[in-house]
T-cell receptor
Framework: DAKTTQPPSMDCAEGRAANLPCNHS???????VYWYRQIHSQGPQYIIH???NNETNEMASLIITEDRKSSTLILPHATLRDTAVYYC???????????????FGAGTQVVVTP | GAGVSQSPSNKVTEKGKDVELRCDPI?????LYWYRQSLGQGLEFLIY????????KSGLPSDRFSAERTGGSVSTLTIQRTQQEDSAVYLC???????????????FGQGTRLTVV
């Protein structure tokens, strides 16, 4: 079972910021939060990950609450090409047998409209 | 190669036949993953390799499914006696090895669309 919960869908206007929430209330201290997205008919694409500090890269920003029980992925200026299913997953650090079992939930279908 | 390569991109097979799906990971990536995605559904974990060994085979749906990886590189997912419910997109991903204190993202291929008729 996926250890995260996300809203099933979200609309966003082109050019506006998209804020995608994710709950991971059972996250443990040795687990990272990862975000991937899947554009229709393509394989998933890595976006960003973090442990407890907020992170930013060229694609997005990741805000993790202080208790680490939830996070928000921010797409600062959404474009039509950002329409995709966005997945939030937790993943253990380091060398455990479960490290490779990336558990994708249902994700959030984001539709960016003109 | 520049990315994870999967072949064939599309496969149509008759019910009861065996199929082999191939994944060529990014050079140097010792971790390799197989997933499948049925139409309109999320990603279902199948198996994970670290080098040539598979620490986690828990996702293989039945004994008709098997996977191997030789030489720490190319992997083959084999489905014997295919059934219509096996129809899905089979996705492969690879990443660097896990190291304590580090994390590495998984890079996905474009998948093999399997249709069992």
């Amino acid at each position: 079972d996926a250890k995260t919960t996300q809203p099933p869908s979200m609309d966003c206007a082109e050019g506006r910021a998209a804020n995608l929430p994710c709950n991971h209330s059972t996250i443990s201290g040795n687990e990272y939060v990862y975000w991937y997205r899947q554009i229709h008919s393509q394989g998933p694409q890595y976006i960003i990950h973090g442990l407890k500090n907020n992170e930013t890269n060229e694609m997005a920003s990741l805000i993790i609450t202080e208790d680490r029980k939830s996070s928000t992925l921010i797409l600062p200026h959404a474009t039509l090409r950002d329409t995709a299913v966005y997945y939030c997953i937790v993943r253990p650090r380091g060398t455990t047998d479960s490290w490779g079992k990336l558990q994708f939930g249902a994700g959030t279908q984001v539709v960016v409209t003109p | 190669g520049a990315g994870v390569s999967q072949s064939p991109s599309n496969k149509v097979t008759e019910k009861g036949k065996d199929v082999e799906l191939r994944c060529d990971p990014i050079s140097g990536h010792t971790a390799l993953y197989w997933y499948r995605q049925s139409l309109g559904q999320g990603l279902e974990f199948l198996i994970y390799f670290q080098g040539n060994s598979a620490p986690d085979k828990s996702g293989l749906p039945s004994d008709r499914f098997s996977a191997e990886r030789t030489g720490g590189s190319v992997s083959t997912l084999t489905i014997q006696r295919t059934q219509q419910e096996d129809s899905a997109v089979y996705l492969c991903a690879s990443s660097l090895a896990p190291r304590t204190g580090m994390n590495t993202e998984a890079f996905f291929g474009q998948g093999t669309r399997l249709t069992v008729v």
